[in-house]
C-alpha cells in the first residue's frame, strides 16, 4: 500500500448556488438549491474533489462516511462502498423512512446511500488521477471519444423568482415562441443541435406545439420530451402519435413500469427513462417487458463512474440504448460525467447538462462548451480545480439560509407564486 494515498482528511462543504426559476411537472426550482463538495486529503498532499446532492439527507449520511474514511486508501474504491454500507446505517430500517416518487423515480435508501458515495468515489478518483499524473478517464479505462455532445436543456421559466434571487437574462419561456428562441440562443452561444423540452408543465397540446415549433426551426435535429411521467397511457401514446416523425425519444412520459409498457406496446416512439429505472433491482422487469429503450444514466444516483460503467455494459448486453441525465450541478459533476461519458463506447446519444443555467461554480475556470461538446481533459485528476473563495462565499450563504433553501422543494417555490399550489397528482393529464 503506498502511504502517500492513504487519506489525512475528508472535508463537507455543504454550499447553496443560484438556479433560475425553470418549471416542471412538481413546481418550479427555487432560487438557490443546495450542493454538496467533498475534498479528500491525501497523506502525500493530494486533495481530490467531488460534488453530489446537498439536501439535509445527504448530509446525514455523508458525515459518518467522512470520518470513517481517514486512514483509507483513495485506491480502495471497492473498500469505499463496502464501508458506506456499514456507516450509512441499515438499508432496510432506511427504506421504511423514504418515500417514493420524485423527479428521479424511487428514493430507496440504497439510492440515497449510492447517491452520496458517488460524490466521495469521484473525489477519489480526483486524488488518485492527481497522485499518478493519470486523468480519471485513464482510470476508468481510457477515453474513446476525444470530445463529449452534449444536449440543450431546454426549460419553460419565468425571467425571474417571484420571492428574488438571482437575475440572469434570458427572460421568460412559457410558449412555443419563447421555447425557440431560447433553443436559439442555446444553439448559436452552445454550439447544441440536440435539444430536450422538460415538459409535463403545460397541457400536452401546448408541449406538442413547442416541440413542432422546434422542428421547424431547426429542421432535422434530434429532439425530445420529458414530462416526468406526467402523462397517462392514453395521453402519452396521443403524445407520441402527434410527435412521432420528429422525436429522437420521448422519456418518462408515463410514471412506472407497467405504465410504461403499455405505452411502449403502442408506439414506436423509442422510451427513455430516468424515473422508471434507476436502480439495477428495476432493470429485469423492465428490459424483459420492453418498458424502455434508452436508460439515462447519472453518476450521482447510480453510485459513481465505475458503476455507471457497470450500467452501460447491461444496457449494451440487452441492446438498450444509454444516454445521460442531469441534475443542477457544478463544474466539478460536469467533469466527471464528461470522463465517464468519453469511456462508454455505447454512450449513443448527446448527453444532459444543466450546467448553462448555473451561473455560479467552485471550479477556477469554467466549463466552455463548442459545438456542443465538451473537450476531455487529460490533466491529471479531473481536470479542474476547486475556487476557494468561491466555496467559503456559496457556503456562508448556506450558513444564513434559514433552512428554506437547504432542502430543494419545487412545490414550496411554486407556492410563491401560487399559494394553493399541491405537487400534482400522477398523472396530471
Ligand atoms: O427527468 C429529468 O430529466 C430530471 O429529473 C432532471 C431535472 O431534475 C429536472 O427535471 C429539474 O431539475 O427540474
Ligand atoms: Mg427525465
Not at 493519470?134 to 463529449?148: E, I, Q, T
Not at 426551426?217 to 396521443?238: C, H, I, K, M
Not at 450546467?355 to 459545438?371: M, S
Request: proline share 5%; charged share 25%.
Amino acid at each position: 500500500m503506498n502511504p502517500a494515498l492513504l487519506i489525512d482528511e475528508v472535508r463537507l462543504t455543504p454550499i447553496l448556488i443560484a438556479d433560475p426559476p425553470l418549471l416542471n411537472t412538481r413546481g418550479v426550482h427555487q432560487p438557490y438549491t443546495p450542493r454538496l463538495v467533498v475534498e479528500v486529503v491525501t497523506r502525500g498532499g493530494t486533495t481530490g474533489i467531488g460534488e453530489t446532492y446537498g439536501d439535509g439527507k445527504y448530509l446525514e449520511l455523508a458525515e459518518p462516511l467522512a470520518q470513517a474514511l481517514v486512514g483509507r486508501s483513495v485506491s480502495d474504491l471497492n473498500g469505499l462502498f463496502a464501508l458506506a454500507e456499514e456507516v450509512c446505517g441499515d438499508s432496510r430500517a432506511a427504506d421504511a423512512r423514504v418515500e417514493a416518487g420524485g423527479l428521479r423515480g424511487v428514493q430507496t435508501a440504497d439510492k440515497l446511500r449510492l447517491s452520496v458515495v458517488s460524490g466521495f468515489e469521484v473525489a477519489f478518483l480526483d486524488a488518485l488521477g492527481k497522485s499518478l499524473g493519470l486523468p480519471v478517464h485513464a482510470l476508468l479505462g481510457g477515453k474513446v471519444r476525444d470530445s463529449v455532445e452534449y444536449s440543450a436543456y431546454l426549460f419553460y421559466r419565468w425571467a425571474a423568482h417571484p420571492e428574488g434571487g438571482e437575475q440572469d437574462d434570458w427572460g421568460a419561456a412559457v410558449d412555443p415562441a419563447g421555447v425557440v428562441a431560447q433553443a436559439r440562443r442555446f444553439a448559436d452561444e452552445y454550439g447544441f443541435s440536440s435539444f430536450k423540452l422538460k415538459g409535463g408543465v403545460f397541457e400536452p397540446d401546448q408541449e406538442i406545439a413547442a416541440i413542432r415549433a422546434l422542428a421547424e426551426a431547426f429542421p432535422g435535429q434530434p429532439l425530445r420530451l420529458d414530462p416526468n411521467g406526467a402523462w397517462s397511457v392514453e395521453t402519452s401514446l396521443y403524445v407520441a402519435e402527434q410527435l412521432k416523425d420528429v422525436l429522437e425519444y420521448l422519456e418518462d412520459p408515463a410514471t412506472g413500469t407497467d405504465l410504461m409498457a403499455a405505452v411502449a406496446a403502442g408506439t414506436d416512439v423509442p422510451l427513455a427513462t430516468n424515473m422508471c429505472v434507476t436502480t439495477l433491482a428495476e432493470v429485469p422487469e423492465a428490459f424483459a417487458r420492453g418498458a424502455v429503450q434508452v436508460v439515462l444514466s447519472d453518476h450521482h444516483y447510480w453510485g459513481g463512474l465505475h458503476r455507471t460503467r457497470e450500467l452501460a455494459a447491461i444496457c449494451r448486453t440487452f441492446g438498450v440504448g444509454l444516454s445521460m441525465h442531469s441534475n443542477t450541478h457544478l463544474g466539478i459533476s460536469l467533469a466527471a460525467m464528461t470522463h465517464v461519458a468519453a469511456t462508454v463506447p455505447n454512450l449513443d446519444y448527446a448527453c444532459d447538462s444543466h450546467y448553462p443555467w448555473q451561473t455560479e461554480d467552485v471550479i477556477t475556470t469554467r466549463h466552455v462548451f463548442e459545438d456542443g461538446r465538451l473537450t476531455v481533459s487529460d490533466a491529471p485528476g479531473l481536470g479542474v480545480e476547486l475556487d476557494r473563495e468561491r466555496l467559503a462565499a456559496l457556503h456562508r450563504r448556506w450558513l444564513a439560509d434559514d433552512g428554506t433553501m437547504r432542502e430543494r422543494d419545487d412545490a414550496a417555490a411554486m407556492r410563491k407564486a401560487e399559494p394553493e399550489w399541491v405537487t400534482p397528482a400522477i398523472p396530471r393529464w
